[in-house]
């Protein structure tokens, strides 16, 4: 298949853009390359996926919806795969535009590509943020969330909403994923994995916010992935048969769908910086704070729909997925 995937240099991007290649699959890959982080870590992730046969990068921005629904006209894909956003919880605190431009504006210009080029199926990533401070554990695409604690959860919330409008209006099969925890190499250096190794190594303290009492659905990215091409690359979703508007979150009579992408086994924070603690070799230096703003508490991901649907079995325990992260890392960071 021809498959047009936007945020190809991030983090799940380009992983999910090598397995598309090893499958046979032809990857348009699309990439702004701001500098929200280094832009030298999405250099090298492009360099991996650069001189592989049936993979083409174009620099461009979803925020331009003539230049995006341009490409898509060109390139008539066969399934787009959107995973491009303005990402981070406590970023969307200090700049909420960049998400409005990015999330918002952005998606809408997907949807549009999609609608206006007849694209059969769109598969876009959501998030566990959407549910913010939900008591109800296991998280489950069931339960109602209307209550997100940042703007980035917000807009992600959002373009659930978007996308469910255009699949009812037009009849487009659209599929979102709420990714949750994601960890493993070439990973995000905003995120608590580099950021945890890094001070560990360097013998610098590490911020603990909520005083270590989080627990997070810390997901290794080859089970993400797994997760992602296994939805993508099957039948565009159908119709629920007698789903009634309203009275469940996760079903439609429209062609739409959403799914949790977990690992479905939270770990307590602690635990997780301890594993780190392990690989490294050198004991963190800690220092205990209160909650932030706009932190959710605890996450865990009920994913027995994706089971169901799409035989998805995540089967990397923390510590293998630990392990594999902190050979990387030395290796990448020396």
Known sequence: MKIILTGVAGFIGAKTASRLLDEGHEVIGVDNLNDYYDPQLKEDRLNLLSPRKGFR???QDVADGEALIGLT?????????HLAAQAGVRYSIENPMAYVNA??????NVLE???????????????SSVYGNNPQTPFSEHDGVDHPLSLYAA???????????YSHLYGMPVTG????????????????????????????????????NHQRDFTF?????????????????????????????????AP????????????QLMDFIAALEKYLGKKAQLEMLPAQAGDVLDTWADCGDLQRDFGYRPDTSLDEGIQVFVRWFRDYYG
Not at 103 to 108: Q, S
Not at 113 to 127: D, E, F, K, T
Not at 184 to 209: H, L, N, Q, T
């Open 256 to 267: 739409f769908r959403i799914y949790n992408i977990g690992n479905g086994k939270p770990v």
């Open 57 to 59: 990068f174009v620099k």
């Open 221 to 253: 990215i080859d089970d993400i992935v797994d997760g992602v091409l296994k939805v993508a690359c099957s039948a565009p979703v159908d119709p629920a048969t007698g789903a009634q508007p309203g009275l469940d979150p996760a079903l439609s009579p």
């Open 73 to 81: 006209a060109e390139q008539s894909p066969e399934r787009f795969i």
């Open 113 to 127: 590509a999609c609608r206006q080029n007849g694209i059969p199926y769109l598969v876009y990533a959501s998030s």
């Open 155 to 165: 807009s992600k919330r959002a373009n659930e909403l978007m996308a469910h409008s």
């Open 177 to 212: 994923l709420r990714f949750f925890t994601v960890y493993g190499p070439w990973g995000r250096p905003d995120m608590a994995p580099i950021k945890f190794a890094r001070a560990i190594v360097a013998g610098e303290s590490i911020p603990v916010f909520n005083h270590g």
């Open 103 to 108: 999330n918002l504006v952005g998606f809408a």
